[in-house]
């Protein structure tokens, strides 16, 4: 095949009425800006959806806005960038799913939009790219219009196959259209099966052993997400497999065969012009519009980033396999070459923008690259250390699969251990770095599982066609056109395109040589704004007293009893504390009621009087200097002071007067005599939160600008309701919570100040009698 095979071969487009799919998108754009900047005879139709308030011209105007358009903008000047967008362009608002009426006098078709997922659920993934292709034929069918299309397909639409794969239609017998309708049927099924007894059963029960001290609420949330993204992996698990039993790599590559058969029969076989194009692994300009040029991360980047990051210590792939990488303005380059050069009615012409033929890039030279970039530019840490380039040897997948879930294991290990020592700022971070080790390998096996076909694979594309393309355009056009517009493989120096092209484009793009500065020490607080509408919520134990109800317990029965009594109580104690041990972990509630229980036939003027006495005392000693430090802070800036407990009022009564308010549990009283039962449910996990909203609501709080200050997970519901929450002495699931949300963290512990008058005077009130 030569340059002859085009004899009337053109490089302009004249004044061609050319509608665009995929606008928006990292290939779509790059083509608009080479048909803006050189064809400008050309009018252009795109299609473009609204997004929420946003027009399809308002979308327009940011696209233009975009660094792709630098040049074209600089060059026509901001009137002839509107002149552009009032007259050369021409928007339709809709989708592929609902394409509007097309414009009667359509001269080209380029078909660029399509899902860049490649493992999407099964149902999306076909009404993406085939339900898309089928849109748009049946459009253009309705408008009663004969444009040539450019169909914009993958060269891995070749599946799983070995050796050279032709520019031809595809050899297959697989009925698109049954495959179309079964996988949109598969949706209904797994949304039935997640909603069987069984399932809701196990959903419900991970989610509260997750979040059951958080309340019911909380549970039913997290067990509805946990089926939501049941059905998303069975989606996505029912496309992967689908597409390996037919011979595909994956969903993607499986929809975008199957558009490219409906648009033969129902476009080609109708007697119309169509093209295809299949570009390989697309990624950033070697030219044009500069080099570098990209708009996100693309197939190969996260690999890149994976590798820089340290998170990819060894590689599954095959070292002599062929990574087929082509920069993005070769493929425009092509799209709009064959746009020029229509194909013969009913005849489809396919073109492979592809290396592997002409300037193969085998895995291991690819990681030769890698190495060479990251050694040369290691990524920073925190720490001012840096991340050190890993050797690969390629063991081979299954190695490197069990060697994941070994650290897996061994990861899940580590958190056991650390869940069961105390909260400490040591605990804290260890159990972060089990988090983000969690997330390394979560993604390592991301990658491994997505990118396996690709980094094995042994397909090569032939390319003979597009380069008598390129012959073509050489011989009618001069060199310095040709370069500029042309898309010769052999012309990619691998090192250079990589290492001063590709990627510092993509790790400028990621910020990847930037870090936060690591903490030198605790956050200092800033001054609290002096606000009327602000409210500062305090949980008590383990948050204003170093104490939880069994010690208070404890000092009463210490107060009030004998030391005969002793043994038989703290047997009595011990014997319990198994099971309420279990009911903490289960529900905060349910604890607080089963131990207050141990009061039931204590009189209520004992209690108080016990509470008046030596009790007192010891509560006030084991209050934490650091939060009577801030509860002062919250009073002196005019901030209403809020205690609230799920223990009952009498016990917290020597601390009432360090708030503006408390709010606590009543127990239940027959004859002067408590029963062991609350008054009312305790105000813990939702129903604090529920108090919480209600009194924002009545005291016109503003809770966005309000603060508040626990210390377990059950405080989680309410603290994030606050726009200040900060978690004290947490334990480690809310530790964990408040790392990941970037929460405030502090220990405050019981130290050497007592109360003394000047915090109370700090805190607007003055000690009785006038004395510590």
Known sequence: MSALDFPDFST?????????????????????????????????????????????VDRLRHVLRKPVFASWRESVGPDGVEDAILNRLNVLEGGLDAVPELPGDLDVVIHSASSVSFDPPIDQAFETNVGGAVGLYEALIASGTDPHVVHVSTAYVGGLRKGIFPEASLTHEVDWRTEFEAARAARSRVELSSRQPEVLRRFIAEARAKHGKEGPLAV?????????????????????????????????????????????????????????????????????????????????????????????????????????????????????????????????????????????????????????????????????????????????GRKVERAVRLQARLNDARESVFLRLPSTDRTREALAGVDRRRADLESLQSLTDLYRHYIQSEIIFDDRRTKALQAALVATQPTEVSGDIGFDMADIQWEDYFQTVHFPAVTTMTRAFSVRPASSGPA??????????????????????????????????????????????????????????????????EFIRAFLRRYEGMPVTRLEEVVARGYAQTLLKHTMPEALERIAAHRAAGHRTVLVTGSIGTLVSPLAHLFDEVVAGTMHARDGIYTGYLAQPPVVDEARAAWLRQYAERNSVDLSASYGYGDSHADLVWLEMLGNPSAVNPDSNLSREALRRKWRIRDWKRGPIQLTSSHLRSAGETPAGGTD
């Open 12 to 56: 302009d487009l004249g004044s061609s009425h050319v509608f665009l799919t995929g606008g928006t998108g990292f290939v779509g754009q790059a083509i608009l800006e080479r048909l803006l900047a050189s064809h400008p005879g050309t009018r252009i139709t795109l299609l473009i959806r609204t997004k929420g308030s946003t027009s399809g």
């Open 220 to 396: 039913s949330r997290e067990a509805e997400e946990r089926r939501v993204a049941w059905v998303k992996a069975k989606l996505v698990d029912h496309g992967r497999a689908r597409a390996e039993s037919l011979g595909w790599t994956d969903v993607y590559t499986l929809t975008k065969a199957f558009a490219e058969r409906a648009a033969e029969q129902m476009w080609a076989a109708r007697g119309h012009r169509l093209s295809f194009v299949r570009p390989a692994i697309v990624e950033s300009a070697l030219r044009h519009p500069y080099p570098g040029w990209i708009d996100g991360f693309k197939v190969a980047d996260p690999l890149i980033m994976a590798y820089g990051r340290g998170m990819l210590p060894e590689f599954p792939g095959v070292p002599d396999s062929v990574l087929d990488v082509v920069p993005v303005d070769f493929v425009v380059n092509v799209i709009v070459l064959v746009a020029s050069n229509p194909a013969a009615a009913g005849e489809p012409q396919f073109f492979h923008v592809s290396s592997g033929a002409s300037n193969p890039l085998p895995i291991h030279r690819m990681f030769t690259n890698l190495s060479m970039f990251f050694t040369a530019n290691p990524l920073p840490t925190a720490d001012s250390g840096s991340i050190a380039a890993a050797t690969w040897r390629f063991p081979g």
């Open 524 to 589: 200092l607080d800033r001054e609290l704004p002096r606000r009327k509408d602000v409210v500062a919520i305090f949980d008590l134990e383990g948050t204003v007293v170093d104490s939880n109800i069994v010690e208070q317990y404890l000092w009463v029965r210490g107060s009030g009893f004998g030391k005969a009594a002793w043994p038989a109580e703290v047997a009595s104690l011990l014997a319990s504390l198994p099971g309420y041990l279990r009911a903490e972990q289960r529900d905060r509630g």
